[in-house]
């Protein structure tokens, strides 16, 4: 975001004004926008020092970097927007490695008729939720694509975060005989966005479980500093995660289905539309494997977190040479947990 | 890039087949487009890891980040494509800091039915260019749009990057008396963007300048380690980022206009289509601002590196309050050369 003050003939027309090619420019519209809607909620020094990257001094350990794209569909929905989803995601993907997130970087891509009301809403709301993480976005771009090339917004976050010293999490370091366990009610953001875009109403609202997680995973590496590996299941749901987990530590897994935690209401509306609950998208959630023998004091400092509360062992991990996840059915039966084949829900963040 | 590793039923056909909303949804096609066209050309070991982040040790130093959505189209042009654009831009972005760039992140928004053949000649070439530069894709993301709602491909990039010891640079560190440089020619890159767009032919072709200047800028902060600002002058082109270092620095800026080189093909394409040199877009072109007594040491190293082979002293900063860049003209006449007013070629990055 390099644009710099000047003095506009006219203030940004944020009320009425929708997003035009000249934003995209990097003239002075573009300055414009920046200055008047961008810089004016994510405020912070280096925004405001109008360079084209931004300097910052990491403290000692090993980086993490991780980048996401969102192109979640609609924009807006029960618990949250593509703003706050943003952030916390990408967060999350910072936290997942067991480092503590730092900085963030945003970059847009409007389509142009956009209304810039619309903009404002979405960029305080990862104003919002960058406060509320204490992860500030110190860097930025904006490009606009022509009407009918694009969806409204586009928006690429990446984060940087830094391991703190003797923490080595890694999704290939699951071991037979390791626990695994969720922090809480799986599918809850699939299915509120697909209610969203499909008109529906249940008996409550059902809303996206967005949240930034390093801070719950801050309390867990503090009861359980072992933690193997921790994971966002994100898309492709619960059960793309734990088979991502068993493919790349080479062990099987075994879930019960009974402890698997699912609101009411998600179960619900799953078996409604069709869905499984397992491969519907979490955005405040994470997979933890640990040691058996650290399970019980892990579960236990989690619940101690409020999102964290509904945490549960769900299953463990057995030998396998196919590493395929099974499932103990509340029936007794065994099934495979497949990985997502094909698209259960396009467009989920 | 957590997707990892599976035995699949077919290989992916690259030859004829295209992006599918599968490709996005998480699971396994997208594991396989990762496995086998992603990392198959980005490999490295942090890709090959297949965690949601990347880790990496920072070399001791202040860290800089940038990011920066790309929507250049034609996705193909003369001198490069979109994939070679992000790479070379981004690592410019954090080199204008007199950063050393480390790493890469990429975030990828494909349209359904866009060619997979595209999409690998576009990563083939990202993965050419990082590995000229030395900087690696350290971590990734893809997500698929229906048909429709994008235009084949957006590629968000984002860099880190070490400041050396001793290096302060920024767009607000102008003096009056100091001297403005820049690295060669201007313009090439939006002409020939502008000109393939609108099937133009010319006596020879022109080229996009895409480069990576990480190498040049190390370089020069040898040959002056005080160097004021650097920067590199892409969208809104040399009379946009000369007026952002004008206004940053407090200061006014006197160009002489037939010290400004521009290449004769260039020159004369603009004339014909109506364009402003000062205004088309560089992407492997910088400005350099240092003390004049240190003009003729910086313009002999750049003048010995390749990219820097036409490098100019084009002007001086003044004293003005109202930070107004100004040009001496052929004619002997001055006029003021403002910012990027509207948007002269959207989408040209």
């Known amino acids: 975001m390099s644009a710099v003050r000047r003095s506009y003939t006219r203030p940004l027309d944020i009320k009425r004004g929708r997003v035009d090619l000249s934003h995209g420019s990097g003239g002075r519209a573009t300055a414009q926008l920046v200055e008047e809607l961008f810089i ?9 020092g109008h360079d084209d990257s931004a300097c910052f001094e990491p403290p000692p350990g090993r980086l993490v ?48 008729g956009f209304p810039l009301s619309e903009l404002e809403r979405i960029v305080a709301s990862m104003a919002q939720a960058a ?26 976050t990446t984060g940087v975060g830094v391991v703190p010293e003797g923490v080595e999490i890694g999704g290939a370091r699951a071991r037979v005989g390791d626990v695994a366990i969720v922090s809480g009610d799986v599918g809850d953001h699939g299915v509120a966005i697909l209610a969203q875009r499909e008109h529906l109403q249940f008996e409550s609202e059902i809303r996206s479980d967005t949240a930034a997680l390093h801070e719950l995973v801050a309390v867990m590496l503090a009861a359980c500093p072992d933690i193997r590996c921790l994971r966002d299941p994100t898309r492709g749901g619960l059960a793309t995660t734990l088979n991502e987990i068993a493919q790349q530590s080479g062990v099987g897994m075994l879930l019960q289905e009974s402890a698997i935690p699912v609101a009411s209401m998600v179960s619900a509306a799953c078996e409604f539309l069709g869905l499984d609950p397992l491969y519907s998208a979490n955005e405040g959630k994470l997979v933890a494997v640990c040691p058996a023998g650290d399970a019980a004091q892990l579960l236990e400092a989690m619940r101690a977190h409020p999102l964290g509360a509904h ?29 997502l084949s094909g698209e259960q829900l396009p467009r989920i963040c």
Chains 1, 2 share one sequence.
């Open 40 to 48: 004016r909620h994510l405020d912070n020094p280096w925004l405001r």
């Open 311 to 339: 945490a549960a062992e769900i299953g463990a991990c057995i030998a396998d040479d196919n590493h395929f996840v099974q499932m103990q059915t509340r029936l007794g039966g065994r099934r495979v947990v497949d990985w």
């Open 131 to 156: 406060t509320i993480a204490k992860v500030p976005v110190i860097a930025g771009d904006t490009k606009v694509v022509e009407h009918g090339k694009g969806d409204g917004l586009y928006l690429t």
């Open 65 to 112: 970097m991780t980048t996401d794209s969102h192109v979640v569909t609609p924009l807006f929905f029960p618990g949250g927007d593509i703003g706050c989803l943003a952030v916390n995601g990408t967060i999350n993907d910072v936290a997942m490695a067991g480092a503590t997130p730092l900085y963030l970087a945003a970059g847009f891509i409007l389509e142009e």
